[in-house]
């Protein structure tokens, strides 16, 4: 059974999407909704749509930032938006001294200025409800990409799958139930032996530069530079690289050019391939954490009543 969100003030900045599916559904739980960036809703019943991050954190409760978060100069992205919405030390100020900020994933600014404030952050794709979820459309629409890409089947290719994370695992078991080889790299042990008994070709990251040459697609899901100019220059040069990690990615995309291997940087992908079934994720999660986070205010002060 959902939480009901009676009466919550939450403020939902940028985004995508995603977000148009998010709002609504908050919506019929209860929740008075500020938004900025998001022009395109004016006139919703219970939403208040504003140009800026000041006007539209106002009494708000919750802030929602977009699941991509806030780049390293505070800029939010927001497609919609009429202004640029940015936070900075001074927008953040203007936050309710016990909002509780919302983010996909918080890059160093972001954590810093809500350390300096004193604000909560809850980083939702490290939460294994988000991720496992999020694992499905970001899989799907790599593949997509790679089918869009180069000139073969996925069936009977040689994919490679860098890192047995969330979407690896999912990635790499669509690409065989496509007829794909596919071969995945892990560390661990118990991941190589987990890889191998899903019917897959387990690959320690030493073992690369001997095999690399096979490959006909490679998909990276590791935030670490992996796909460095040594190992492509093993590559095979027709080789599609699809990078699913956040920027800046695995890959030395500038040695990938100067080797003529086309490589793509993709993350973000379940808001642009999928944003109907990305929207119905956060609207499936989103009121789970507000939920935990409004039981955890009545426990630790059970004379706070204003949920």
């Given at each position: 059974?959902?939480?009901?969100l009676?009466d919550?003030v939450?403020a939902?900045?940028g985004?995508?999407?995603r977000e148009?599916?998010?709002i609504?559904?908050l919506?019929?739980?209860?929740?008075?909704?500020?938004?900025?960036?998001?022009?395109?809703l004016t006139?919703?019943?219970?939403?208040s749509?504003f140009?800026?991050?000041?006007?539209?954190v106002a009494g708000?409760r919750?802030v929602?930032l977009?699941m991509?978060?806030v780049?390293e100069?505070g800029?939010?992205?927001?497609k919609?938006?009429?202004?640029?919405?940015?936070?900075?030390?001074?927008v953040m100020?203007?936050?309710p001294?016990?909002?509780?900020?919302?983010?996909g994933?918080?890059?160093?600014?972001?954590k810093?200025l809500?350390?300096?404030?004193?604000l909560?952050?809850?980083?939702?794709?490290?939460r294994?409800d988000?991720?496992i979820?999020?694992?499905?459309?970001s899989a799907?629409g790599?593949?997509?990409?790679?089918?869009?890409?180069v000139?073969i089947?996925?069936?009977g290719?040689n994919c490679f799958v860098?890192?047995f994370?969330?979407?690896?695992?999912?990635?790499a078991?669509?690409?065989?139930?496509?007829?794909?080889?596919?071969?995945?790299?892990a560390?661990?042990?118990?991941d190589?032996?987990?890889?191998s008994e899903?019917g897959?070709?387990p690959l320690t990251?030493?073992?690369?530069?001997?095999?690399?040459?096979?490959a006909?697609?490679?998909f990276n899901?590791?935030?670490?530079?992996?796909?460095?100019?040594?190992?492509?220059?093993?590559?095979?040069?027709g080789?599609?690289i699809?990078d699913?990690?956040?920027?800046?990615g695995?890959t030395?995309f500038?040695?990938?050019?100067?080797l003529?291997i086309k490589?793509?940087l993709?993350?973000g992908?379940?808001g642009i391939?999928a944003?109907?079934?990305?929207?119905?994720?956060?609207?499936?999660?989103?009121p789970s954490?507000?939920g935990?986070q409004?039981?955890?205010?009545?426990?630790t002060?059970?004379?706070?009543n204003?949920?």
């Open positions: 059974m959902q939480v009901r009676d919550v939450i939902v900045l985004g995508d999407d148009l599916i998010l609504p559904e919506c019929k739980l209860g929740a008075v909704i500020r938004t900025a960036g998001i022009p395109v006139g919703m019943e219970g939403v749509c140009d800026t991050v000041k006007e539209a708000a919750f929602i977009p991509f978060g780049d100069q800029l939010i992205k927001a919609y938006a009429r202004k640029t919405l940015i936070v900075n030390r001074e100020s203007l936050f001294p016990d909002a509780i900020i919302m983010v994933v918080a890059r160093p600014l972001l810093e809500a350390a300096q404030q004193g909560k952050l809850i980083e939702m794709l490290k294994d988000v991720t979820l999020n694992a499905i459309p799907e790599a593949i997509q990409m790679a089918m869009e890409a000139p089947t996925i069936h290719s860098f890192g994370g969330r979407t690896g695992m999912t990635l078991r669509m690409l065989k139930g496509i007829g794909a080889r596919t071969y995945v790299t560390r661990k042990p118990a190589l032996a987990r890889i899903m897959l070709i990251y030493t073992e690369l530069p001997a095999v690399i040459h096979k006909d697609i490679i899901t590791v935030p670490a530079i992996i796909l460095n100019e040594d190992l492509l220059k093993l590559a095979n040069p080789v599609y699809n699913l990690a956040s920027a800046p695995g030395d500038a040695a990938a050019a100067e003529g490589a793509v993709a993350p992908l379940p391939v944003p109907k079934t990305a929207g119905m994720i956060l609207a499936r999660v989103v954490i507000i935990e409004m039981a955890l205010t009545s426990s002060n059970p004379e706070v204003r949920f």
